[in-house]
């Protein structure tokens, strides 16, 4: 349901070989291909990590030779641009349409009808099949524009197909969005033909609302009725569909692909419900990304009934075969039935829909794998053993390596050849140069990154850093189990010990953050707010000028990620342990020579496994801790406070205003967060062990020949975090498709 694509034209000049020829003919017309990138719309067709993924993923199909197509919703707006007025977030629309969109086709001959609402016509025919008709329902037209995925070195072009509700217009009340009420900006669209206008900019909570519940069905309607039309007309036997379709699903936002197939098997293509039930699981995969609870998406039965009254029927008997297996078995009594059920509590829960619907469930880190097959859905894992896998997450090098750091893809081509650029597991081969050059030459690229990058935050904020100071970066959205209030923290402490004079030892920092918040989500924009507080008033205090700056650049969003992740020294990924699925932003840093600053959370475990001990700098509570204080308590936020004067001073610095603040109870919702509300995420449990592996890095980065190993040792072993190793294993595991 997201693509997180970013700007297309140095992807498409990387993949299809052409980039140094039209940037010589260019120059010929004395036009710098880097403005034409600056043109050239970054769409922001996703909120941030399953959206880019998604993205990753459709640009290693291609390169592996996968015959592979993308389908999403080709939204008319995106995730909102982001501008900080007085340090607080407000969003503005992603009007990224505002110029025709060079790079889609419109296929209008491909289009297709997606059925709303409406009521059931049934009768049992002579041949004992449930005929079934769906009449007065309100048809929405769905068109699909394609935009062309091209793989790296290769014959192959595969499609992004996005489909489009086509519409007059309709009003879309940017007024009340730019209030920050979010919903009723969504709300305010009258007809449902607008279903495609906005993405949900939310990516932790399934929006219980009408419409998202329409997008969901809307495209994986559309979608599947373009599948299985294209395979019949080249000739394919419905009974052989699942030996020629596999279907991913990222998360359960497509999970009504199950019984939308089922729909299409029985309702069009005559089958009977067995053989239907049997195609479709051997064709599905689901993939999660996700263990908050509030992200497990739940549809009121109401709604769900209302609007698509043919699919709820069909979800129903799902639900009553599976619970009649299940009861058949031991151990399987009323209260775990009922905990496993896909229909309860008055709602459709989509991943138990998802699980029993697909062959196939995995998630995205090995730890995050651990956690769904032992805990959160191990009931599943039980009853259905073999179903459940992991596949590490991956990111395309092509756009993360050699089109967003090219000197340093340069300094990797001189030193062990191009040969990494279509197989990036050949990076390793980098490691018998480390100390031959290779760690001094990668050095010297990223002072070069970071010298752009400083001029970039000169020109959008006004403030001058220094390319010799560590360049301390933490970008994500914002979200409280990310944890950038412990980075903000630590910033604070900071400060307090240069106004005390303590500054022994300590090495002059560059602190950069760039987040969005979910519009709705008061507490992430409170951070927010607290992070340029504490920035405006270390940025104007002349004592810290030497050892400290703190910037927040605004609008994060693909191309900002490319452009500041090769500047990274130090990579901030602290979220609290077991609830960062994976984290693919850990990876691109790695890969760009950033030293990671982690906690043993998603995927960081395998980059420590990757650069052993000597290369990361590890800290904080574990995700066996973590899930230990959740289930058994103990955890006494107040407690910590007490006993650590640093967190005693920097929580009555933000209760007195210290840092500034325009409303005298500015920060009461993180003050709250962190004490009433028990810390969730263990901010102040984690915070002695943070400050510690900080100030470790001060002492690291000053001795540079020591530094620039770990950074280089970081690039070497980064291969592994190749999608393309991610997707050979889809393909192997679950896909069963063949690939270079
Ligand atoms: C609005 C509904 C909704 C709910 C959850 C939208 C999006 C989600 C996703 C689960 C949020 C997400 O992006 N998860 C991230 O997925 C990445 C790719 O696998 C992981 O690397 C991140 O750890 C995970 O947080």
Redesign the pocket.
Known sequence: MEFLIGKLLENYLINTGLKEVVEEGLKDLGIKLEDLYEMDPDPGLG????GR?AACFIDSMASLDIAGTGIGIRYRYGLFRQLIQNGYQVETPDNWLKIPNVWEICKAEDARIVKFGGNINMNWGGDGHLYVELEDYEPVLAVPYDIPVPGYDSERVNTLRLWSAETENSGFDFSEFSKGDYDRAVENITTAHSISNVL?P??????GKLLRLKQEYFFTSAGLQDILSRYLKGGGNIREFHLYNAIQIN?T?PALAIPELMRLLIDEQGLGWDDAWAITVATFGYTN??ILAE?L?KWPLDMFKKLLPRIYMIVEEINRRFVAELSMKDGYGFDRIAKMSIIGDGAVKMAHLAIVGSHSVNG?ARLHSDILKNKELRNFSEFYPGKFNNKT?GITHRRWLIGANPELAGAIDRTIGTGWRKDPGKLTELEKFIDRGFSDEAYAIKQNNKERLAGYILKTTEIGVDKNSIFDIQVKRLHMYKRQLLNIFGVMDMYNRIKAGNTSGMYPRTVIFSAKAFPGYGLAKNTIKLICTVADRVNSDKEAADFLRVVFLPNYDVSLAERMIPAGDISEQISTASK?????GNMKFMMNGAVTLATLD?ANVEIREAVGDDNIILFGLTSDEVISYEQHGGYDPYREVRNDSRLEAIISQIREGYFGFAGKNEFTPVLDHLLKDGDPYFVLKDFDAYVSARDKIDGIYSDRSRFSRMCAVNIARSGRFSSDNTIAAYADDIWNVKHR
């Open positions: 909120n941030g990590g399953l993924l949900y939310d990516d932790s909570t399934p929006r998360d936002h990304h996700t992200a998406e995205v997450n960062e699925a994976s984290g693919t998603g």
